[in-house]
């Protein structure tokens, strides 16, 4: 049992945040700009001005209750990965970083479809990575199907579950499509979710075309949809946490709504992403601990409303492995763990957002692995408290040959596969490697020793038509 434990409210302070959330949407009012949203939230008692939708908290709460409070979701061969319930917390890769680092020259260039292939396949192997996010935007392919191969190239190199995003409906069904090819049909893509997809609303309060169509097309078809805000703490939203908050939490009970609205118990995941406006430099921070404050507090609203949660960790501000990036990210992890955030994504991506790093996520992968340590904490019971053991061994004794030691070593205790345990004689005789040494020859020994599952050839023949057809389509529109 879970026992490390973060909340950053009080119940007074959980009410007052639901009460201003509340009066978001019933007094101020969201920006709805799809008219079928408009038009499903009107028939539902929304009061709707132009494309304001001001919605009462009854139809909030009603849509809350139907919305499920947990969602299982599978892997590529349909076994049981996540359980994105109660406190369970779950890693995966970040998404849309232009740039990349080679993991072979370490130089800094466009990312290209065959690093999200080497993400899914580094990702495969690493044991504490959950689930799949591209940590790419591809630009060696057609631009506007960025969202499309970035699906396939993960399909083909891991069986783990894939989080994606996409550009628009129509290409969201074409990746839909690919989904239902690779776990045998719709319904068993409703019974067996693979793939989750996310869309955001624009902070503060706006909600578009396109990402209320993917939401409703999510809804429809069956598909865990994650909708969440990409903040800026003084710019798109308040300055100070709980108002930037109570905006995000206005933000996701919109696209929870919506969903409802379009088919009740559709599968949603909420978040409430956002980082501090660095007032110096006008640039949005990922490691600022505001991020983690608001991203802890927004779980544990939706703990309240029983909805599964998305958070978010493992992204650094910095360029490169150093201590600035390991602080970040240690703390985003062990506070995305302890507040109980379901589906934590980000691992992997440097320089605000902008560029993906293999050996970063290996680093990522190695901090989860603390923090597990850390949120497992202490188990008192009778084995673990060895009384006889302990008499056995006697004052002054060892318990190294202990057959109790050789028993439970291995999970009382975190081994570290990266962090340097050894004397400073074995450590120069090693090459005095540093960490971001360490992380790179991990990511080179993966990519060309790790062999993941591959597609069996007759799906990945129907796989290879649907992204053609796709190509053919763009052409035919560009003509």
Known sequence: MAKFNIEMLTPEEMEQMKEATFQILERTGVDIR????????????????????????????????????????????????????????????????????DPYTHERRLAVKQDVCNVAKVADALKNIDFLMSLCLVSDKTKVLADVHEVDAMMQNSTKPILTWSFTAENL????????????????????????????????????????????????????????????????????????????????????????????????????????????????????????????????????????????????????????????????????????ANLVHDLGMMDVGMTGSLAFMVLCDEIVGFAKQLRRGMIVDEENLAGDVIAKVGPGGNFLMEEHTFRNFRKAMFIPELGLRKSWANWEADGKKTIADLTHEKVIRLLENHKPEPLDQEVLQKVQAIVEKAEQSQAKNVE
């Not at 079928?36 to 849509?63: H, W, Y």
């Not at 069904?173 to 319904?187: N, R, W, Y």
């Not at 501090?276 to 990922?286: F, G, I, K, N, V």
């Open 173 to 340: 069904s074409v990746i839909i499509d690919m989904a239902e090819a690779v776990v045998g049909g719709a319904q068993a893509l409703r019974e067996k979710p693979y793939l989750m997809v996310y869309a955001e609303p624009i902070t503060p309060l706006v909600h578009t075309k396109e990402s209320l169509e993917k939401i409703i097309l999510l809804a429809r078809r069956g598909v865990p949809s994650v909708y969440s805000p990409g903040m800026s703490f003084g710019g798109t939203a308040p300055v100070t946490l709980s108002g930037a908050l109570s905006v995000a939490l206005a933000d996701v009970l919109t696209g929870v709504v919506i969903s409802q609205l379009a088919n009740p118990g559709a599968p949603i995941i909420c978040g409430s992403n956002g980082g501090a406006l660095d007032m110096r430099s006008m640039q949005c921070t990922y490691g600022s601990p505001e991020m983690a404050i608001v991203d802890a507090a927004g779980t544990q609203m939706y703990h309240y409303w029983n909805l599964p949660s998305f958070g978010l960790a493992g992204a650094t501000d910095g360029k490169v492995i150093d201590a600035q990036a390991a602080w970040e990210v240690t703390a985003q992890i062990i506070f995305a763990m302890g507040a109980g």
């Open 34 to 101: 799809c008219a079928e949203a408009c038009d499903l939230l009107k028939n539902a008692g929304a009061k709707i001005n132009g494309t304001i939708a001001k919605i009462p908290r009854e139809l909030v709460e009603e849509s809350i209750a139907q919305a499920p409070s947990g969602i299982n979701i599978y892997d590529r061969n349909g076994n049981l990965a996540m359980d994105l319930s109660g406190h369970n917390s779950y890693f995966g890769p970040g998404v849309t970083c232009p740039y990349f680092y």
